[in-house]
């Protein structure tokens, strides 16, 4: 019977055979996806061992305790609480500017020649090593505005470090808004501005949102550039002001990883999974942002 | 009145065709757009060449021909939306009751919100339909009261001849309207403006027969308080509703020109440049 099927009118054969073009196409999904499985194996044995070494450390004290030379009383109460200061003043700095930034260059500036240039140029400064910003940020802010090795100046730090990269994003959610719809607002008689405050922001704003805290993001596992603003400290007090001294997660996890002890290095593992778990959070948080909005956007 | 216009009359009084003659006339006295010696370039290619025409006050002016004439860019030209074109360049006049548009204390903003556009596919706002059509009212700084900008809404719906179909839900999203719905839409949002010139850029050419009859009608029944301006790819559509037509074509270095203008069933049926025939009997384009 199937024989029959396969065997139309006129000998007219749609059988199925091995030949070379259908061998390779079932082998490029083979390779393809090795990269996928080895990075996958990479992350899943990297995530194992740190739930293995690290689950029995985590305890509530973890984050509400200062750091200590027993790691039995140990905690990152301090390098936690820098942490939100600096990275969430980076984001209220970083964020605003960014869209400023990228509304400029896409809507008012144009295509010419120098916001051509600027445009490249954010994009290479969203290349740049890390550490570089660090220095930056240490013969700038710390000695020369003379704000020493504050939260003020870590936060300006980040916020320079990650506006390259939330501004391109930006410029890409900008540029993604259709040209119909700048079009439609301006034949009605709109100027720019309300071009962009009522039709161009609101439809970039999830992707933009997302830029953002995924800039967070980045900013909170930098270890590099806030090593140069602020030391590595051992510090037992909340901050008070901006001037306060202050640590970072990745920085107190340094510090931990870098002594022989096992105790330290559980610690060290228990710190990583608080920090994977801020991160996981503030990533979904950048999803279901960009969800909501397009529902409103789409179905009303 | 231009040069040509003026042979163009002489030809049809000498020619026996008096009462066209003086009925074309009457709508260039009280024209209320003039284009005269219109050239537009995008860097360094002309997109038209040396346009004169001029746009009747309460009449339907069709601009037709074959795609890549220029007509979008004439239509475009008129209120400078072609402004916002990277290396658009606009040389000659445009005169809006007699105010040269191209000069430099003439304020686009304001310009645009005199005469509207209507563009190709439907593009309402991510908004409720009643949204749509009060943005135009909300940016252009009227301060109206609630009652007041309900009125204007409902007056521009019923104008597009939307508001049956849509005034129980209002507040509904207007992606949730059909094509038609949504181009109607946006036709009222142009009219809630008040403008004196609607212009549309092949404004039906993605819908349906229907809905393109509808607006069709809308075009017609709107024309006594609007001066319309339509391009159509569409040589029917332009026949069933325009009094005037234009006829679009790119020249041997693909510069589109103006072949022909005059009242529609003239073109239709007489028309002058040998290539106009050529283009309605669907042998160009």
Redesign the interface.
Known sequence: MGDQVLKGEGDVSLKRAATRRKVLDGLVPVIASIGVFVAIAFLVSLLLYVVVTGAGRLTPTLITDYPSANPREAGMRSATLGSVFTVGLAGLICIPLSIATAVYLNEYAGNKWWSQVLRYNIANLAGVPSIVFGVVGLGFLVYGLGLGRSIIAGAFTLAILTLPYVTVVCVEALRAVPDDQRLGAYALGATTFEVVRYIVLPRAMPMMLTGGILGISRALGEAAPILVISGLLFIREDPTSLLSEFTVIPLQLYSWISRPQVAFQQLAAAGIIVLLAILLALNSLAIYLRQRFYRRLEAG | MNEDTAMNTLEMVTSGRVEEAVEQRTAFDDAIIQVRGLSVRYNARYAIKDISIDFGRNQITAIIGPSGCGKSTLLRSL?R?ND?V??AVVEGKVLYRGIDVYSKEVDP??L??RI????Q?P??????IFDNVA??LR??GIKLSKDELYRKVKEALEKAALWEEVKDRLD?????LSGGQQQRL?IA??LA?EPEVLLLDEPTVSLDPISTAKIEELLISIKKDYTIIIVTHNMLQAARVSDYTAVMMPDENLVGRLIEFGPTKEVFTRPRDRRTEAYIAGRIG
Not at chain 2, 123 to 128: A, D, K
Not at chain 2, 172 to 176: E, I, N
Request: with cysteine; hydrophobic share 45%; glycine share 10%.
């Open positions: 209120n939306m916002l990277p290396g903003v304001a645009r919100s509207g556009m209507v563009f596919r593009n309402p706002f991510p908004m409720s943005f135009g940016v252009n509904a999203h207007a992606y949730s946006c949002r142009a403006v």
